[in-house]
């Protein structure tokens, strides 16, 4: 059974920081090139980072230089550095790899 498993959201201030993490189970993590995906209400689902199987990273314009996404092979896990929020970043955040999603983790930047 795959499963994506989310965490690490929350309220967080503008400004603030948060580590998002997603612990995968059921596929051989280490292949699979990882994404983190994040859908505001009213709008579309966006890919925010993207983390190769041999680790070469892309980012969303809107987020370069804020995020950063790693990932840790031997915990199959991939995490998400978000420094400098903004609160357009306010979003449910989830990890993707293939056809396989997480279940999100709500992200809310405010004051």
């Known amino acids: 059974q795959v499963q994506f498993v989310e965490s690490g959201g929350g309220l967080v201030q503008p400004g603030g920081s948060l580590r998002l993490s997603c612990a995968v189970s059921g596929i051989i993590f280490s292949v699979y090139h990882m994404n983190w995906y994040r859908q505001s209400p009213g709008k579309q689902r966006e890919l925010v980072a993207r983390?190769?199987?041999?680790?070469?990273?892309n980012y969303a314009d809107s987020v370069k230089g804020r995020f950063t996404i790693s990932r840790d092979n031997a915990k199959n896990t991939v995490y998400l550095q978000m420094n400098s929020l903004k609160p357009e970043d306010t979003a449910v955040y989830y990890c993707n790899a293939v056809q396989f999603w997480g279940q999100g983790t709500q992200v809310t930047v405010s004051s």
């Open positions: 983390i190769t199987s041999g680790g070469n990273t």
